[in-house]
């Protein structure tokens, strides 16, 4: 253990992933819901599994400025912890991987960031203005094996990756209908909201007034709805 990196541990699975490179692939996944059922406190939460801690309740909240209550951290102060906890944890890391002990390691995160596309004042104006990372680090290494350090931490950082390459996810909105009103709803047009849908051939939707493609499909032998 040196810098409170179990380093036996990671070399066992750096070799053994090394051996089997598909192991490298993990999904990550995250589900949490929008607080519709109290009036104060965190707008949002999820609960995020640990593997020694258990499942852990993690809420937020809208500044005061942004229509929320400021009851909980907000989302950005979340994304900027976990851009320092996992910088830090691979300074820490390669640092230990050279043989390096640390006796100090701080990090700061200062984010100048523009507002008016968030307030819908103007859109495409660009949300950060400057952002910056300072280390604070005490270790008897030489600076030249520190640089050496932080230049394979930005490269290794998964966080880094995230926060310095494009990343474009894939949206997709499903509109969930409350099975008593699911009759009614599966028959309203999306386009036109008259109640004009009606079930094809081939068990799709179609609007019979504005020819509007629908959202839902009728499965051949259950004969419950079911949406795209």
């Known amino acids: 253990m040196l810098n409170r990196i179990d380093l036996k541990g990671f070399k066992k699975i750096q070799e053994e992933y090394k051996k089997d490179r598909s192991k490298c692939k993990k999904k990550l996944e995250v589900k949490g819901r929008w607080r519709l059922d109290v009036d104060y406190g ?3 939460e999820t609960i995020v599994k640990t593997e020694r801690a258990g499942n852990i309740t993690v809420q937020t909240d809208e500044t005061i400025i942004l229509g929320g209550g400021g009851t909980a951290v907000h989302p950005v102060h979340y994304c900027m912890v976990g851009f320092c906890g996992c910088f830090s944890a691979a300074f820490a890391k390669w640092a230990a991987m050279a043989n390096i ?7 700061r995160i200062v984010a100048d960031i523009n507002l008016t596309t968030g307030f819908g004042i103007e859109d495409g104006i660009d949300a950060v203005d400057d952002y910056k990372l300072e280390i604070f680090v005490e270790s008897d290494a030489p600076i030249e094996k520190l640089n050496e350090i932080l230049e394979y931490t ?5 966080c880094m990756y995230c926060i310095t390459t494009p990343i474009i996810p894939n949206i997709d909105m499903i509109v969930e209908v409350p099975e008593e009103k699911i009759e009614e709803a599966v028959f309203i047009c999306p386009s036109c909201f008259n109640k004009t849908m ?10 019979t007034n504005c020819g509007t493609i629908g959202y839902f499909t009728r499965p051949t032998k259950t004969g419950k709805v079911s949406q795209k």
């Open 42 to 44: 965190p707008q949002f």
């Open 101 to 107: 002990e640390l006796t100090k390691l701080d990090i």
């Open 154 to 158: 930005k490269k290794r950082c998964f």
């Open 198 to 207: 009606v079930f094809l051939d081939d068990n799709t939707q179609k609007c």
